[in-house]
């Protein structure tokens, strides 16, 4: 009987690394009013830009952008983008990584206009039906709803001051690391305890005890699926 091997993939991207947005994603003249637009639009533009040849139009700017993929030997694989400052992307989680890209475009500027923040409505709205099942656990979705509470009382008064404006978005944008940081401390838990559950069945293989082996590795790989312990209320 051989020993389980770990399997994961990093790809480092240095300055730049590919993101699923466009810097003029949104401009002020242009609203979108539902999510399903906005996902489809982003998508038409990077197929657009495929065909031209302007892949560029979609880097975003970073000091460093990891891509990893994470193969899970209960058979799902964990694929996300990461930072120094956290996780900033997840296949399957478009509306987070629109979040991401246009916070970090809108600091980056320095512009925060009322009409690029409102196009956001639809992907903040949906964060909580959208987020992939094996990450809702009670903090993350605790802290998409703190981001949704913020948003909606930032989007509640059209009449601040462009000083209350900012600081009423700096809210949400506190909101969202809190979340960043749960999300990457999430990601964390499902790679240990794959890590320990391979280290035991390893330990035990090489002893010779077989059943012993399969028996721990199982024992440990289980709690995986209590890392998602959220329970929706309605």
Do not use: H
């Not at 009409?115 to 993350?140: F, H």
């Not at 506190?174 to 790679?191: F, G, M, P, R, S």
């Amino acid at each position: 009987m051989k020993s389980i091997k770990l399997i994961t993939t990093t790809l480092v991207v240095s300055s730049v690394a590919f993101m699923s947005c466009k810097s003029d994603y949104k401009t002020a003249d242009t609203e979108v009013d539902t999510v399903e637009e906005q996902v489809e639009e982003l998508e038409t533009e990077m197929d657009n830009a495929t065909d031209n040849n302007a892949e560029s139009d979609y880097i975003m700017d970073s000091n460093q952008v990891m891509s990893k993929e994470y193969a899970m030997n209960d058979g799902r694989n964990i694929n996300y983008q990461t930072t120094e400052a956290g996780i900033v992307g997840f296949d399957g989680w478009q509306q987070f990584n629109i979040l991401t890209y246009e916070l970090d475009e809108m600091k980056k500027a320095n512009i925060y206009t009322k009409e690029r923040v409102g196009n956001l409505r639809g992907v903040i709205a949906t964060l909580d039906e959208s987020i992939p099942s094996w990450l809702k656990t009670e903090e993350v979705m605790e802290d998409v709803a703190d981001i949704q509470k913020e948003y909606n009382e930032l989007m509640a008064e059209p009449n601040a001051t462009e000083k209350e404006y900012k600081e009423n978005l700096e809210e949400v944008s506190e909101k969202y690391a809190d979340l960043q940081e749960e999300l990457t401390e999430t990601v964390e838990k499902y790679i240990k305890v794959n890590e320990k559950a391979i280290e035991k069945y390893n330990e035990q293989i090489e002893k010779g005890n077989i059943e012993k082996a399969n028996k721990k590795y199982q024992k440990e790989i289980d709690k995986l699926n209590k890392i998602a312990d959220y329970e929706d209320k309605q």
